[in-house]
Nanobody
């Protein structure tokens, strides 16, 4: 399984951006897909996750109400719609996936994800 993240770029504060993560490889049937981000000098932080079949979502506190995660099963793609962007959202964004049936409280832990994309840089600046 390979994950390819795209859609990053430079955006002004208050703007919007949509990230995509396309999966390829052998039959792709994860339990959960997520987005994490890592700013320079910081730990990798949970952003959002969605269960692949049922579409249940959860978000990190810093993005709730501003970001939306979704998935397109037919396209093997997960999206992260980001709105009302702030300079502190600047980071490299990574998509991740796992086949393990994690309980919701485990979704925030990056060590529970088995597959990772290469990351896409989002810069929020005027």
């Amino acid at each position: 399984v390979q994950l390819q993240a795209s859609g990053g770029g430079l955006v002004q504060p208050g703007g919007s951006l949509r990230l995509s993560c396309a999966a390829s490889g052998r039959t792709f049937s994860p339990y959960l897909m997520g987005w994490f981000r890592q700013a320079p000098g910081e730990e990798r932080e949970f952003v959002a996750a969605v269960t692949w079949r049922s579409g249940i979502t959860d978000y990190g506190d810093s993005v709730k109400g501003r970001f939306t995660i979704s998935r397109d099963i037919a396209k093997n793609t997960v999206y992260l719609q980001m709105s009302s962007l702030k300079p502190e959202d600047t980071a490299v964004y990574y998509c991740a996936a796992t086949r393990r049936g994690l309980i919701a409280t485990s979704w925030y832990d990056r060590t529970n994800y088995d597959y990772w994309g290469q990351g896409t840089l989002v810069t929020v600046s005027s």
